[in-house]
């Protein structure tokens, strides 16, 4: 009786690692053909890319990217004229072009003529902070 469990036991595991062989080529096969795929569709993408002027999708992706980046560049000027303006009191930001031009003049920060807020100075600061 224990030989013929053991012949099964060993049966199973015969059959199952046959199943998990097979199903490992059933998957590199799918695997290749994947592959295959891929490189048919980017063959064709390069083909419609020449047809329209441009040498491979390399070449439209740098062209994508560049324009990003520029844009990227326009953005980051503007940000640095607005720190600037902000640390400087100045308004660089008119100088660049900026949505910021129509801020009033650091000599007449209210245009309105009310009371401005009072400002926290360093010396205040250091003051508060002795205080404590």
Same mark, same amino acid.
């Given at each position: 009786?224990? =030989?013929?469990?053991?012949?099964?036991?060993?049966a199973?595991?015969?059959?199952?690692?046959?199943?998990?062989?097979?199903a490992?080529?059933a998957?590199d096969?799918?695997r290749?053909?994947?592959? =295959?795929?891929?490189?048919?569709?980017?063959a064709?993408? /390069?083909?419609?890319?020449a047809?329209?002027?441009?040498?491979?999708?390399?070449?439209?992706?740098?062209?994508?990217?560049? =324009? /990003?980046?520029? &844009?990227e &560049?326009?953005?980051?000027?503007?940000?640095?004229?607005?720190?600037a !303006?902000?640390k400087?009191?100045?308004?660089?930001?008119?100088?660049?072009? !900026?949505?910021?031009? /129509?801020?009033?003049?650091?000599? /007449?920060?209210?245009?309105?003529? =009310?009371?401005?807020?009072?400002?926290?100075?360093?010396?205040k600061?250091?003051?508060?902070? &002795? &205080?404590?």
């Amino acid at each position: 009786m224990t =030989a013929a469990v053991v012949a099964l036991c060993a049966a199973v595991v015969a059959l199952s690692g046959g199943v998990i062989y097979f199903a490992k080529l059933a998957f590199d096969e799918g695997r290749a053909r994947a592959v =295959a795929d891929e490189d048919a569709l980017l063959a064709k993408l /390069n083909e419609r890319a020449a047809a329209e002027g441009l040498k491979s999708c390399e070449a439209q992706l740098e062209k994508l990217m560049a =324009a /990003n980046a520029e &844009r990227e &560049r326009k953005r980051a000027d503007e940000v640095k004229a607005k720190i600037a !303006s902000a640390k400087t009191g100045h308004d660089v930001a008119a100088v660049s072009g !900026s949505v910021w031009a /129509n801020m009033p003049a650091p000599d /007449n920060p209210n245009p309105l003529g =009310a009371d401005p807020l009072p400002v926290a100075t360093d010396a205040k600061l250091s003051d508060a902070k &002795r &205080r404590r």
